[in-house]
């Protein structure tokens, strides 16, 4: 079983929506897109995964998706969301059942493990100490929001963040999450970073994940309207495919000319689309992938105007 809480659960009751997909990971994002506070992958069909290569954390052949919510929430509207973006999945078939509340955060703890992202980039669950001499340490929970590097385009920002020269530099990161991007920056030398999310539960844990590892001086929290239009050095956008694409002028004029920006969130079928979106301001290169998850980077040009 994996689990990716979003939120500290505290009601006494839930409702858990669970679809069996070729996705999951896909789901995965959607479901938190829509309101999920956790989402747990198990196995639909009692197919064993044997002997993972390191590093590698492979999904069942058919794996159903559970994602959390609250009472209140509207599983029709989700339900419907699932049908309408999620890729290959014309006939989709889902099932809702109330459940009891349970201690999310503990559970996710007790499993949780250091990951480590490039040479010395590690984030460290609550409990769990890294012995590396010349670690740069990310203390992250999860707790508000979703974000706490295990997933692949998560981890994918992550590692690119760990090969950067930041010392000194500015830091976007658009649709911020918990803000793991903006704060991993900001301990590996980044001068100042700005988060953005549209999600007030969003800036409020990254205010508060920033003050755990002591960079709260450095990092502004703003919604996009808040936004300052300032270009900076480095852009980070950890989001889907579609408000991706929407968003290209946006963070354009956020880059300075001769700056860096690395996108993901998107399916490798999704990542020429993307792509081509930022061509007019941006040369891009090649990127990486983890799990069928795709990551796209690029310099912005100084040729191209607004």
Known sequence: MRSAPRRKL?????????????????????????????????????????????????????????????????????????????????HLEFAEREVQDADWLEAWRQHAQPLRFGTRLWVVPGGHRVAQNDAVVVQLDPGLAF??????????????????????RRVLDYGCGSGILAIAALKLGAAHALAVDLDPQALLAARENARRNAVSARLSCATPEQCMEEAVDIVLANILARPLIELAPRLARATRAGGRIALSGLLLHQADEVRAAYAPWFDCAPGATREEWVRIEGVRNSASTM
């Open 147 to 168: 974000g706490t590097g295990a997933h692949p385009s998560t981890a994918l920002c992550l590692e690119w963040l760990a090969g950067q020269k930041l010392a000194g």
């Open 10 to 90: 505290a009601a006494p009751r839930w409702l858990e929506l669970s679809l069996v997909c070729h996705r999951p990971e896909f789901a995965e994002e959607l479901l938190f897109a829509h309101g999920a506070a956790a989402v747990t992958f198990v196995d639909a069909a009692d197919d064993p995964v044997l002997e993972p290569r390191p590093g590698e954390t492979p999904l069942w052949p058919r794996t159903r998706v559970r994602g959390l919510f609250c009472a209140a929430a509207d599983l029709a509207a989700v339900r419907a969301a699932l049908r309408a973006q999620l890729p290959d999945e014309p």
